[in-house]
């Protein structure tokens, strides 16, 4: 019997790993689930689940974690520590699946006990590559891709060696704006930038979607998951987001990886790594489907892919600011004090202001470095 815990399990991607570990439990143990504002879902996880603990990241909502827990062994917790204590649990597979730079402590407290990571949290790459490659380096941990596209990039390589491949592309949907005039965006609204026309996603990813933030983060990520060089990283818009990756060979050919736009596939691939098993999974119908449609990105539309050149060439601690901004700047934009527009160019602003800080050109070593460049990022970006 696995033991597995999931981080951010009220989420979209954590509640399909939920979905997962539902439809198999005499086969897993579950021994740590984590969640946010939503205690009844959480709780209700807990119990179907038997997790050991169920933790909020609000103390505040302590004794109201405490009283849907009532009658059951799910030992309640609430709080940042309380999230490291339990990501220090003993846990064969570890899904990390929390939104936001919230994500990374959690994640390096999992990769120090050695465990295999699936890691859906992209910020926490963006943010600290290298420290959560170092960390797993000196524990033995595995670290596992749980974004559609890069687990396709993963699956497509295979056991290929970087050496033979020319380029990657990952795909991206274009979002809620992906066809709208130029001029109307700076008129978008929070709900129009909230709905996405395949995957079904949480507010925060949806509207990063829209905006291409996304999948800024995602080329990054790509950068050091793979260690790939910017120049081999390409983004190629599909809106049927059906292929999610593909892997071009020096020799001319390309192998792509196609699935329908659910998130269980990607989850499933990394919980029952290096095998392949059956998942609640629909397979393609090519047939049904008939034509797939491509456009390359429009920069112009989407800043933020510029953005992530930028970022890779500075390197250093521009990761860790470029994700703050964003939050920041995206926060901003649900409270109605910028518009959609404005988020880029405030991210912009940020990093060419930090740019010139002592330390701005060298990889963060620790958590607490991290942490200060995310803080005064996102200083900036509020201003």
């Not at 790939?228 to 059906?242: F, M």
Request: with cysteine; aromatic share 4%; hydrophobic share 50%.
């Amino acid at each position: 019997m696995r033991r597995v815990s999931i981080f951010g399990a009220t989420g979209s991607v954590g509640a399909n790993g939920v979905d997962l570990i539902r439809r198999d439990p005499q086969s897993y143990q579950v021994v740590a689930l984590t969640g946010g504002r939503n205690i009844a879902r959480l709780a209700q996880m807990a119990r179907d689940l038997r997790a050991q603990i169920a933790v909020t990241a609000h103390p505040e909502l302590l004794d109201d974690l405490r009283a849907a827990l009532s009658g059951t062994d799910v030992h309640a917790a609430a709080g940042e520590a309380a999230l490291i204590e339990a990501a220090h649990r003993p846990a064969d597979w570890i899904l990390s699946a929390i939104v936001g730079a919230a994500g990374l402590a959690p994640g390096l407290a999992a990769l120090s006990q050695g465990s295999v990571l699936a890691l859906a949290n992209k910020e926490s790459l963006v943010c600290a590559g290298a420290l959560l490659r170092d960390t797993a380096a000196r524990s033995g941990a595995t670290i596992l891709p749980v974004d559609s596209e890069h687990s396709a990039l993963f699956q497509a390589l295979g056991s290929d060696k970087l050496e033979s491949v020319k380029d990657v592309t990952i795909t991206a949907s274009g979002g809620a704006f992906r066809d709208w005039p130029l001029e109307r965006l700076a008129a978008a609204t929070v709900a129009q930038a909230s709905t996405h026309p395949n995957w079904a996603m949480g507010q925060r990813i949806t509207i990063d979607s829209a905006s291409m933030f996304n999948k800024a983060m995602e080329v990054i990520e790509a950068k050091e998951f793979f260690g790939l060089t910017a120049d081999r990283i390409k983004v190629l818009v599909h809106p049927e987001s059906i292929i999610h990756a593909m892997v071009t060979h020096h020799d001319g050919g390309t192998i792509a990886h196609l699935g329908a736009p659910d998130m269980r596939h990607a989850i499933g691939y990394a919980l029952h790594w290096p095998e392949r098993r059956p998942l609640p999974v629909a397979a393609l119908d090519l047939a049904a489907l008939g034509t797939l449609t491509f456009r390359a990105p429009d920069e112009a539309r989407w800043p933020a892919l510029r953005l992530a050149r930028e970022v890779m060439a500075a390197g250093g601690a521009a990761g860790a600011v470029f994700n703050a901004a964003k939050e920041q700047a995206l926060d901003d934009f649900i409270a109605g004090r910028i518009r959609f527009t404005d988020m880029a160019p405030r991210v912009e602003a940020t990093l060419a202001a930090l740019s010139a800080q002592p330390g701005f050109a060298h990889d963060p070593q620790d958590l607490p470095a991290v942490l200060h460049w995310d803080g005064l990022a996102r200083q900036k970006a509020a201003q």
